[in-house]
Structure formats: C-alpha cells, structure tokens
C-alpha cells in the first residue's frame, strides 16, 4: 500500500560530505540504492544551511540501470541508453529514452545534530508499484 509510512533515517553529518563527492546509502529499503550530493551552492531543491545538499535514488527510470554521478559535468549518466539527469534541477531528464525524472529522496536537515535525513521519496523508484513495500 502507498499508505505506508517512510521511515525517517540518517544519512550522513553534513559536516562529513564533502562538495560535490557522492555519498551512497540506500532508501527507503536495502534495495534501494541512492546517492546524495553536496553541490556548495543553493541549487532548486536543496536542503541545509546552504540549500546545497540533493539525493536521488540511482536507478534509471527507463530501464532500471544504475546511473553515475559524473563529478566533471555535475550531471547523473545512465551507462545503459545514455540519459543524463540533473540533480540541480529536482533530478530532471536532460538527455535520453527515460521519461520520469530521477526519484527525488526527500530530505530534513536537523541543525542540533548536523545530521541529513532521508524522510520520503517524490516519484516512483524503478520496477516498484510502491516506494513502500
Ligand atoms: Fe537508463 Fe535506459 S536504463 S537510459
């Protein structure tokens, strides 16, 4: 059921990424891959002190293929059909054969523990009828 709640968890302390180096974890579940990003400036949907900080699940939407954060051209790159999509954008397809943008992961930024949260997903993650199952 997509009633289901998402868990709230963890991430990473925000003074532990550094900019632009993708930190890996996985959400909502262990099957879930995702990567979060420091960009060190604000970009659209950005979180923390400096509106800087984005996630998204790593799974393309057209195929599933894992896709790359290119730390050069700032970009996601899908090996598989080549999509690219824009984390400074709200994960929207810029090139390629996927027609949804990349899953956002929806994060909080408590100030008292530095810490970066994963709380909800906007847009289905690939293969699943539910974020939540
Ligand atoms: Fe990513 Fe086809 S699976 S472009």
Not at 71 to 77: G, R, S, V
């Amino acid at each position: 059921s997509t009633t289901l709640p998402y868990p709230r968890e963890v991430v990473a302390r925000l003074g532990d990424v550094a900019v632009n180096q993708p930190v890996h974890f996985n959400y909502p579940d262990s099957r879930s891959p995702c990567v979060l990003i420091r960009k060190g400036r604000e970009v659209k949907v950005g979180v923390g002190p400096d509106r800087d900080v984005v996630a998204y699940s790593t799974q393309c939407t057209h195929m599933g293929c894992p896709v790359n954060y290119d730390q050069k051209a700032e970009t996601f790159k899908c090996p598989c059909h080549y999509s690219v999509f824009d984390p400074d954008n709200a994960g929207q397809m810029v090139i390629g054969h996927a027609t949804e943008s990349l899953p956002r992961i929806i994060l909080e930024y408590d100030e008292a523990e530095d810490a970066l949260l994963a709380v909800s997903v906007d847009g289905l993650i690939y293969g699943r009828q539910a974020n939540i199952i």
